[in-house]
């Protein structure tokens, strides 16, 4: 059969406009972002003392990854005296075996059980919301998740929720428990590089390039904002932080390019009952999830 050059290039239009389509990038959406942290923050505080809203947010994350992911598992720990889960959903490449095309993208999921920086002494011993300092790198991870369901990336990407990281300076325990555990724990583990994702949803997102990270993982940093730049994402300063604990120092102690994206100085709110999801903003988050899908996909 002898094709007519209309058809012919028909034919090639159509080929043309589907390859494009399928070498573009899913777009991030910043409200899908928001309804996540609305979803945790109704299950109520995510604590070792709140048993029925940690357990409600486990099975949301897990059962929102489940059909999205190529694996998911939950590992159970206990530190410290204190029990948690680490849930760890790989997006697998067949195709790109091995370290060298391993990205790790994590943020933990539990919250702070006390509001010791609330004005108002009576809440100090409340549960933080935990809206943004929790609910925030949550909700990017699985957004994210959804986007690298709808078009594989090219490298194998870790999504990692850690748990029990906001337990530190309560009764001298120290901060990202659960990620110094999971490092520990898997030994074989070792990406080529990661990013932590945490307190990204202020209305007013302000991510400076945090110490330990630009000292540990400057080459990481400056591609980060390299594409933040390029996409004028204005919520990252190209400016030094301060040195931060938070669960990319388990990572960066063992010798992986791991940094951190954390909104400081700390917004007024923070580790307090005023961290709700009315200071979240959806263009904040929309913000954070392109520049790690541009991280990923490129």
Known sequence: MQLKPVIICVVLLLLSVSSAAESKSPLFNGENALTHIKTQVAFGPRTIDNSEGKQAT???IHQTLEPLSSKITVQPFTVQGLNGKN???TFMNPKAMGTANRIMLGAHWDTRPISEQDPDHSKQTLPTPGANDGGSGVAVLLELARLFSIRKP???VDLIFFDLEDMGNIKNLPFALGAQVFVDQNPFYRPSKGVIVDMVCDKNLRI???????????LLIKEIWSIAEAQNAT?????????????HLPFLNAGIPVIDLIHYPFPDYWH???DT???CDAESLEQVGNVLSAFVYN
């Open 58 to 60: 486990l099975d949301f």
């Open 87 to 89: 849930i760890w959903a």
């Open 154 to 156: 090219e490298v194998t």
């Open 208 to 218: 400076p390039q945090e110490r330990y990270s630009k000292k540990q993982a400057p």
């Open 235 to 247: 919520g990252f300063y190209k400016q030094q932080g301060t040195y931060i604990q938070d669960d």
């Open 272 to 274: 307090t009952s005023r």
């Open 277 to 279: 999801i009315e200071n």
